[in-house]
């Protein structure tokens, strides 16, 4: 999903084709591609209107899922 974010429009057959070859079906890849690019959107509008991040990640990497809730640790 690194290249729908990073470089869409490299996107070709047979990066597609890896996809199918590793067991995905035509409807997972569609939703993955929706999800990453939607994710990379709303990222690009938070940053423009600089939005500030809630520090999640920074959360999780010091206090693991159960600080969020999300699972025993």
Do not use: C
Not at 31 to 54: C, D, I, M, P, Y
């Amino acid at each position: 999903m690194r290249k729908v974010n990073g470089s869409s429009h490299e996107i070709d057959k047979a990066d597609v084709d890896l996809l199918y070859d590793a067991g995905w079906s035509q409807l997972q890849i569609a939703e993955a591609v929706h999800v990453a690019a939607l994710f990379s959107t709303f990222n690009r509008v938070a940053n423009a209107f600089g939005l500030q991040s809630q520090g999640l990640l920074a959360l999780f990497e010091s206090q693991g899922k159960a600080a969020l809730g999300i699972g025993p640790e």
